[in-house]
T-cell receptor, first 113, second 114 residues
Framework: DQQVKQNSPSLSVQEGRISILNCDYT??????FLWYKKYPAEGPTFLIS?????DKNEDGRFTVFLNKSAKHLSLHIVPSQPGDSAVYFC????????????FGTGTRLKVLA | DADVTQTPRNRITKTGKRIMLECSQT?????MYWYRQDPGLGLRLIYY???????NKGEISDGYSVSRQAQAKFSLSLESAIPNQTALYFC?????????????FGPGTRLLVL
């Protein structure tokens, strides 16, 4: 049973446009969410996070939105750049500081120059 | 220099062989993790350790064992490798800043079991 789902395996966007990556979760107890970016032959790198007390968190070109009622979060990248081409994983966890991240299956983003 | 290193980066082995994957970190973190990534399945937790004397099973620990030799070192062993353990393996460390945990990943070990 996949508790964290990324239903789009891939996404292509033109350079300069907005990239929107989506993530859905089923466990309403999750209260901490993260996005990781992964380039080929490298490990995932932390990008941005949000706790459930907020509905938006912004860091430069990256913004994460959280809709708790819909159990949905999204990552917006504006403007998209070719260097953003990577696989993006969302993860859900608990603010109580337990070990467990539950990862989605990833979305491969390709930004076209 | 990388903060989280994994050796080897690639490994081919045969069914039934014992192999060890090693992870070292210079971040000074207490918490360390082993994950595996399979196509279409994301990352799944194998084992984790909150300090040298603490070892815990994750969601897919069967067929694996770990050893936390020091704060900086966490190794994963496959006692008798089987083909469905072919995967990409990641080690991670984490810290707690302001009550929020962030995990930092190594570059991965690609394992092929024939």
């Amino acid at each position: 049973d996949q508790q964290v789902k990324q239903n789009s395996p891939s996404l292509s966007v033109q350079e300069g446009r907005i990239s929107i990556l989506n993530c859905d979760y089923t466990n309403s107890m999750f209260d901490y969410f993260l996005w990781y970016k992964k380039y080929p032959a490298e490990g995932p790198t932390f990008l941005i996070s949000i706790s459930s007390i907020k509905d938006k968190n912004e860091d430069g070109r990256f913004t994460v939105f959280l809709n708790k009622s819909a159990k949905h979060l999204s990552l917006h990248i504006v403007p998209s750049q070719p260097g953003d081409s990577a696989v993006y994983f969302c993860a859900a966890s608990f603010l109580s500081g337990t070990y467990k991240y539950i990862f989605g299956t990833g979305t491969r983003l390709k930004v076209l120059a | 220099d990388a903060d989280v290193t994994q050796t080897p980066r690639n490994r081919i082995t045969k069914t039934g062989k014992r192999i060890m994957l090693e992870c070292s970190q210079t971040k000074g973190h207490d918490r360390m993790y082993w994950y595996r990534q399979d196509p279409g399945l994301g990352l799944r937790l194998i084992y984790y350790s909150f300090d040298v004397k603490d070892i815990n099973k994750g969601e897919i620990s069967d067929g694996y064992s770990v050893s936390r030799q020091a704060q900086a070192k966490f190794s994963l062993s496959l006692e008798s490798a089987i083909p469905n353990q072919t995967a990409l393996y990641f080690c991670a460390t984490s810290d707690l800043l302001g009550g929020l945990e962030t995990q930092y990943f190594g570059p991965g070990t690609r394992l092929l079991v024939l």
